[in-house]
């Protein structure tokens, strides 16, 4: 939820980005805190197996400028998408401002990134949350990759409300932030109904 | 969005530090959080140094999340207060409805006084949320939001600014 604190003239928004195992969710943030200007960002923080499996979250703030006079502060989190963390997956839902659905391109993970997608669906309805209504956005990553579904099959198979779609490979940066932004716009957008 | 934005106004915001401020003085803590549920920091006070009190604040929100859920498979409710003592500097973490009290002291302060303290504020600190969760739902009487004029240039140049 996002928080506006007068005060401090600051602007707070929680994005959350989901997806199946190994999909790529952390190496997004890793590169977003890889590129930032450290004045920009806090810590990284990564609560990960002892084999860097996302036990319960990653999360960093980033700041991103002013609007209106105000600070924007965006609070990135991911959540662990082994299927077994299901409940873990569903509390860092709560509070959530926008959210990046980031799929796994490879042939043999189309299923886990259909699943994960319902899941998506499921766990925002616990908080009361719709899809259709959330700001959200659709990341197409490992476009680098031999065995790839064709983007138009993922967009028939994975697009929910003509979201933005957007193909990256996170491991070098490419795509990253025009995700970030894709999202962080939609979540602006949503202020000004206030 | 299931619920509109929170919006903290100055006064509010000064009442919450004032009501941190003297719990820090009277619990002898080195810092005190409010944090909301979800993760983000409301206010803080004390001896800041190089804390990041930014992450604090989320894995104080990611701890509570959690031991709710431990304390929903037994049967309970929520616990309402966590506390993780170190060698020389301990957390305690009160849950007062939608707001978590987070309270960092070391060995000038001890659980006990802690804990007091930490209760004592707990019904002012409810019901300033509870006044900032009504305003919140209020349509800006004052027209003091700037927010419905955010153009697309202003979302624009926030991301060239990066």
Redesign the interface.
């Known amino acids: 939820m996002t928080f506006i604190n007068y005060a401090s003239r600051e602007i707070n928004c929680k994005i959350v980005y989901y997806g199946p195992g190994l999909c790529g969710k952390t190496t997004n943030l890793q590169h977003i805190y890889d590129s930032t200007a450290p004045q920009a960002k806090g810590k990284l923080i990564s609560l990960a197996t002892d084999t860097d499996r996302t036990l319960f979250f990653d999360f960093m703030p980033l700041e991103l400028g002013t609007v209106r006079g105000f600070k924007t502060r965006f609070h990135l989190y991911t959540v662990p998408g082994q299927v077994f963390y299901e409940a873990s997956r569903r509390l860092i839902l709560k509070g959530v401002d926008g959210v990046v659905f980031v799929a796994d391109s490879q042939e043999e993970r189309m299923d886990a990134n259909i699943e994960s997608l319902y899941n998506l669906e499921e766990n925002l309805r616990c908080h009361g949350y719709d899809l259709m209504k959330i700001p959200y956005a659709l990341q197409l990553n490992k476009r680098d990759l031999p065995n790839i579904v064709p983007t138009s099959d993922m967009v028939t198979e994975l697009q929910r409300k003509g979201e933005p779609v957007i193909e990256a490979v996170a491991s070098s940066g490419s795509g990253v932030f025009d995700t970030l932004k894709a999202v962080a716009k939609q979540v602006l957008t949503e202020l000004r109904k206030t | 969005?299931?619920?509109?934005?929170?919006?903290?106004?100055?006064q509010r915001?000064?009442e919450i530090k004032a009501v941190l401020a003297r719990l820090r003085m009277d619990s002898y803590a080195r810092v005190v959080v409010l944090v909301?549920?979800?993760?983000?920091?409301?206010a803080v006070h004390g001896e800041l140094g190089d804390l990041?009190t930014?992450?604090l604040a989320?894995?104080a929100a990611?701890n509570v999340?959690?031991t709710g859920?431990m304390a929903k498979l037994i049967g309970e409710d929520e616990f309402p207060t966590l506390s993780h003592e170190g060698k020389r500097e301990s957390i305690h973490i009160s849950v007062i409805g939608r707001i978590l009290l987070v309270v960092v002291f070391d060995e000038r302060s001890s659980l006990g006084l802690v804990k007091l303290r930490s209760k004592q504020v707990s019904h002012e600190l409810s019901a300033v949320f509870a006044a900032i969760e009504r305003e919140s739902s209020e349509s800006?009487p004052d027209g003091s939001?700037?927010?419905?004029?955010?153009t697309d240039e202003?979302?624009e140049?926030?991301?060239s600014?990066?």
């Open positions: 969005m299931a619920e509109g934005p929170i919006l903290i106004r100055e915001y000064h909301e549920k979800d993760g983000q920091q409301i990041d930014t992450s989320s894995l990611g999340a959690a859920g800006d939001l700037p927010f419905g004029e955010i202003d979302i140049s926030l991301f600014q990066t």
